[in-house]
Each structure stands twice: as structure tokens, then as C-alpha cells.
């Protein structure tokens, strides 16, 4: 079995920019392989370009008869290329049946990673994953971060665990040569086809669309990523410069820096405070908080009550435990 060396070249220089353990030969990196094209192309990549260095994982949710078949179907393709591999079963909560599984599957890889002293976990998202994100993000009329799509780098829910996705600027049809390539048999997931799902229906809506330029669109997502990061930068350093806590009180001046009405950025500030409370806020609940405020209202919000005030001829507003309801 080999893989294109080009393809080979340009997966190492992908993931070396996001993986802070790619000159480290003692690192290892960590594939999540679900046994379909996608993550299967990602395995014989990550294989060919960092070898002896992999170790993979399958979760299986068994919400399919298959699915065993399937984890175990994967485990021996590892076995045939000498790659460490673990079967994790999990059982998925009720409700939205797709956001359930991603957030249990999410939680077993990072808890197999750091058994195994692994620090990044690679996912197999890649370029029309990312398109079909921000088309169903814009349909919501999601903002800046929603439309920023599918991060390249990101930390695991309530874990250290970094997950990496060094695909997202490839094309599925390459994926799926470097399987063909390779003569391994990808298994087959039916509820990629299932129109009952939303990413289903967008998925086959843009294989119709070919005036839509899929680069073009990730490259607005990059640009747009890039300028949150900027903004969030900023609201940070707002933060710490123009705020202060006291206790259990944080006060904060939001016209300290600037005298420019932003109720977006101190959406941000706000966001920042409360995680330094150990609460946390939706941005658009934290946007509403600051427009009440700026009107010179005070709001409760997540166990937090925001009052506003004046210090010096300046506005202050100050962040505190929400007092206890009384009941009768």
C-alpha cells in the first residue's frame, strides 16, 4: 500500500502547522477513525507521513446493527498497518441524535488521549465539511464566529486535549483517490445520505450548485477567523486594562479605552468576565446584556447580576453573584 508522495508531502505540511509535536519523534498523534473514506484517507496519510508516530481510535455509538462490524472492521485495517488501535463503545443520550453523539464522541476521545498520553487528536473534516457548515450557519444568520466555520485548531470540550483538523483546505474526491489507491474498503454510513438531517440536505444541494466556489468560500471562513481572533484579542486585553475584581465583584468600564458605542465588543468583554467568574454566557445573551446596560438598566443573566453606575464622571458597570430569590 502507498500513498501519492505528493499527497504525502502536502498532509505533512498541513498538519505540521497545526501540530506542536511534529518535529518531536517521541510525540505521537492521534487519528479518530470512524472506518468511512474520509477518516481512512486521514489514517493512511497520517501513517505514511508520520510513521510509527499514530495511534487511532474508533467510537462506537451503536445507534446501527453495523456498527460493531464496522469498529471492528477498522481495528483491522490498523492491525494490517501496524498502527495502535482501540475500539471505544459509548452509549448516546436522547434528543438531537447527531449533537448528542458528536459531544459523547468528543468526551471518549479525549479521556482514550490522555490515557494514552496523547496530546492532539486529528479529525477528518475536510474542504466541503467546512462549506456545508457556513451555508447552514448562514442560513441561521449565525455572526463572526459562526461564520468563521470549522476551526483548524481547537481545544476539546472540558479537556486539554487539542483536536486538529489538517484537511479542512482538502477536497473529498482526493480523499476518496487515496483510498481507492491504497485498496482498503471504506465502509459505508447510511445516515450520510439520510435527508432527514439537515447537513444531508445541504450536502446534496451543493453538489447541484457548481457556481458556488468552495475555495472561495473557505477562504472567506479564514478571513473571517482571523478577524475574531483579532477582536478577541483586543476585547482581552480591554479586559484586563479597563477592568478589575474586587472579590467577588468585577468592574468593568466600557468607555475607558474608547468612546465608540460597541455593544458586539463588550458582548466579547462580557463573555471574558464571566468565565473569569466561572460562569458562562451565550455571545448573543452577553450583546443583549450590554445594550441594558448602556441604557442604564441592571440585568441578571446565568447567576451573574450586572449593575450599572457611574465612578469619576465615568461609566462603570459591575458583575456580582446574582442575590438569592426569595420564595414564599
Known amino acids: 500500500?502507498?500513498?501519492?508522495?505528493?499527497?504525502?508531502?502536502?498532509?505533512?505540511?498541513?498538519?505540521?502547522?497545526?501540530?506542536?509535536?511534529?518535529?518531536?519523534?517521541d510525540e505521537q498523534i492521534g487519528v479518530a477513525?470512524?472506518?468511512?473514506?474520509?477518516?481512512?484517507?486521514?489514517?493512511?496519510?497520517?501513517?505514511?507521513?508520520?510513521?510509527?508516530?499514530?495511534?487511532?481510535?474508533?467510537?462506537?455509538?451503536?445507534?446501527?446493527?453495523?456498527?460493531?462490524?464496522?469498529?471492528?472492521?477498522?481495528?483491522?485495517?490498523?492491525?494490517?498497518?501496524?498502527?495502535?488501535?482501540?475500539?471505544?463503545?459509548?452509549?448516546?443520550?436522547?434528543?438531537?441524535?447527531?449533537?448528542?453523539?458528536r459531544q459523547a464522541r468528543y468526551s471518549v476521545l479525549s479521556e482514550w488521549a490522555k490515557q494514552r498520553g496523547i496530546d492532539s487528536v486529528c479529525t477528518a473534516h475536510h474542504l466541503e465539511d467546512q462549506v456545508e457548515t457556513i451555508m447552514m450557519r448562514l442560513n441561521r444568520g449565525s455572526g463572526m464566529s459562526g461564520l468563521a466555520g470549522i476551526r483548524a485548531s481547537v481545544t476539546m470540550p472540558e479537556s486539554e486535549t487539542i483536536l486538529l483538523r489538517p484537511l479542512l483546505g482538502w477536497?473529498?474526491?482526493?480523499?476518496?483517490?487515496?483510498?481507492?489507491?491504497?485498496?482498503?474498503?471504506?465502509?459505508?454510513?447510511?445516515?450520510?445520505?439520510?435527508?432527514r438531517f439537515d447537513r444531508v440536505r445541504m450536502r446534496q444541494a451543493?453538489?447541484?450548485?457548481?457556481?458556488?466556489?468552495?475555495?472561495?468560500?473557505?477562504?472567506?471562513?479564514?478571513?473571517?477567523?482571523?478577524?475574531e481572533d483579532s477582536i478577541l484579542g483586543l476585547a482581552a486585553e480591554d479586559m484586563n486594562l479597563a477592568g478589575s475584581r474586587d472579590g467577588?465583584?468585577?468592574?468593568y468600564r466600557p468607555f475607558a479605552r474608547s468612546s465608540i458605542h460597541r455593544p458586539s465588543f463588550w458582548g466579547e468583554v462580557i463573555v471574558m468576565i464571566y468565565d473569569e467568574m466561572g460562569k458562562s454566557i451565550?455571545?448573543?445573551?452577553?450583546?443583549?446584556?450590554?445594550?441594558?446596560?448602556?441604557?442604564?438598566?441592571?440585568?441578571?443573566?446565568?447567576?451573574?447580576?450586572?449593575?450599572?453606575?457611574?465612578?469619576?464622571?465615568?461609566?462603570?458597570?459591575?458583575?456580582?453573584?446574582?442575590?438569592?430569590?426569595?420564595?414564599?
Open 248 to 251: 467577588s465583584i468585577f468592574s
Open 33 to 101: 477513525l470512524s472506518g468511512g473514506p474520509d477518516s481512512l484517507a486521514l489514517l493512511l496519510l497520517s501513517h505514511a507521513a508520520f510513521p510509527n508516530r499514530v495511534e487511532a481510535a474508533t467510537v462506537d455509538h451503536g445507534l446501527r446493527p453495523e456498527s460493531a462490524d464496522e469498529a471492528r472492521s477498522a481495528a483491522s485495517i490498523c492491525a494490517r498497518l501496524g498502527v495502535p488501535h482501540q475500539i471505544l463503545r459509548i452509549q448516546v443520550a436522547d434528543g438531537n441524535v447527531q449533537d448528542q453523539a
Open 171 to 195: 477536497k473529498r474526491t482526493t480523499l476518496k483517490q487515496v483510498v481507492l489507491a491504497s485498496g482498503f474498503e471504506a465502509v459505508q454510513d447510511p445516515s450520510n445520505i439520510d435527508r
Open 1 to 25: 500500500m502507498t500513498v501519492d508522495p505528493e499527497l504525502v508531502e502536502r498532509f505533512r505540511a498541513d498538519l505540521s502547522s497545526l501540530w506542536r509535536g511534529a518535529l518531536d519523534p
Open 282 to 328: 451565550s455571545r448573543g445573551d452577553a450583546v443583549r446584556m450590554a445594550t441594558e446596560l448602556i441604557d442604564g438598566h441592571s440585568i441578571n443573566i446565568g447567576g451573574i447580576q450586572a449593575i450599572p453606575g457611574e465612578e469619576n464622571g465615568t461609566a462603570i458597570w459591575k458583575f456580582g453573584p446574582e442575590n438569592p430569590r426569595l420564595t414564599r
Open 206 to 227: 451543493l453538489e447541484q450548485a457548481d457556481w458556488i466556489d468552495v475555495q472561495g468560500v473557505a477562504r472567506s471562513a479564514q478571513v473571517l477567523a482571523a478577524m
